[in-house]
């Protein structure tokens, strides 16, 4: 007998024991004789006759077989075979194995899954947490100076510097009343009265009150802005452009519904009074004398002070009327609103601003932007930060419109130069690594509420992405950011600069020496070429004075 590993045995009357599964058995032969064969119990049924001295088996189970050999002159042999299989090669080893493994595999996926799980977990958590911070830290508005309010129990006041506020009188209202029945004036004054509140939510005026014929409503609260004369005498456009088409569509016993505007703008304070019926309301002369300018005024017209006309006399149309005397106040100037000026006029009426007049406003509203994230950025950011801080997006902002102005950009193209010259570092608000992707999360939070477009603010995204290390250029808006980014390198003070740029990096990105960033700056300097020609002219001599500096900054260290 032979095995498949070359062990060879006598089969004897006795029979052998093996511990293989496959196996063949040979016997001597005589030419003269055919031999056949079987394996009793794995095969009941013998061989076919034949010369051959030789008889394989395979998979064989483990047991006790016996082996039969017959030859054709009658003579019969017999041995058995006894197949004991040691542990590890039998079925139910394999079998158990196959469980054990895969268990393990098992255990091990689970392992994964719940670390991967616990990973993701922790990743979503950072994730929803910088989300909020973000959010937060965009919805933090500048709000207005509480004053010194301990022993007013009831009031929780407010000091506004430039708050603009209105007043709309329904000219004649008394004569109205005689006309028309109760029922019908309610509802026309409701109906005024609901246009007009869609009005000033729309420029985010916020609205005081109202008593009988009379609206109040006031801009630049509770949010500061510097916007709110213009957009409250937009606001005042609108409901006389309103009223005039509603009296055009009045029947003739209606017809007399005319409407008085008188606007101011000044300090006043704000505050919450009452305990059960609390209401809002604004104090102050500001309030009185855009009172009287509505009085003073006439149907259909909008009256303005003096003060409001110097703030808004670059978008609209006036004609002085002369001075009128305020109490203890002396004389002040009164114009009258006619019209937006045509350029920047939507309609023939004047009413409607057009898309020039919106970019004209949003660069005024870029003031109060630039207040808001420099502030933050000032009072907010690690001590650690010492080079990508306020002064560094203030450099920037300033560089952004000196080169923007001489590659003769759009208005429009500006404003979302300096946008994402104000925001492209704010990201790091919330951590020092992929700060632009935080930036970039900022920007879609809180220029919404800077009545950005939403094609705008994509393209803000857009400049932001281009200020990564890594990230080319694709257009001249792009150029001329990554240009004022790196103004730093063509100043005279930039070694200072780059101190500061070191010891930031070093906190945050490990160590190296002060030689080893020299050679790097050196490096980056050599092969560094200003994209727009402006900065080119501007910087590049200045830039190779650097260069210089840098150089024996290196040879002697």
Known sequence: METPDNKTQILNGEGVKIDQKTFAIYWHSDSSLLYKYRLVPHTQQWSSWSKRNA??????KEGTYRFQLELSNGNKHEATVLIDLPFWKQTMFYIALIVLISFMIFVVIIIAFKQRIRLLTHSIENEVRKTFRIRDKANQRTQGTKTNSARQTRTRSRKYKKVTVLFADIQ????????????????ELDRFFIQFDAVVEKYNIEKIK??????????????????????????????????????????????????????????????????????????????????????????????????????????????????????????TDMYFVRRLKPELSADETGALPNRKFRIKLQHIRLGDLETFILNKLNNELSENIQYHNGAHTKDVLTRVEILARGEKVSSEDLLLLKTAALLHDVGFLVEYDNHEDNSIKFTKEILPGFKYEDDQIEQVVELINATRHENKPRNYLERILKDADLDYLGRADFISLSDKLYKELNTYNGKMSIKEWNQQQYEFIGSHTYYTATARELRQVNKTRQLQKLKALVDNK
């Open 210 to 331: 109202t008593i009988g014929d009379a609206y109040m409503c006031a801009g630049g609260i509770p949010n500061i802005n510097r916007t709110n004369p213009i957009e409250v005498v937009l606001a005042g456009l609108e409901m006389q452009k309103f009223m005039q088409d509603s009296r055009a569509e009045q029947k003739s016993e209606l017809g007399f519904w005319e409407l008085r505007i008188g606007i101011h703008t000044g300090p006043v304070i704000s505050g919450e009074v009452g305990t059960k019926n609390v209401s809002f309301d604004i104090w102050g002369d500001t309030v009185n004398i855009a009172s009287r300018m509505e009085s003073s005024g006439m149907a259909g017209m909008i009256n303005i002070t003096g003060v409001t006309y110097e703030l808004i006399k670059d978008f609209f149309i006036c004609d002085y009327r002369g001075k009128m005397p305020v109490k203890y106040k002396g004389e």
């Open 55 to 60: 008889a394989t088996f395979f998979k064989v």
């Open 172 to 187: 004649g209202f008394t004569k109205i009343v005689e006309h028309i029945n109760p029922e019908t004036l309610v509802d």
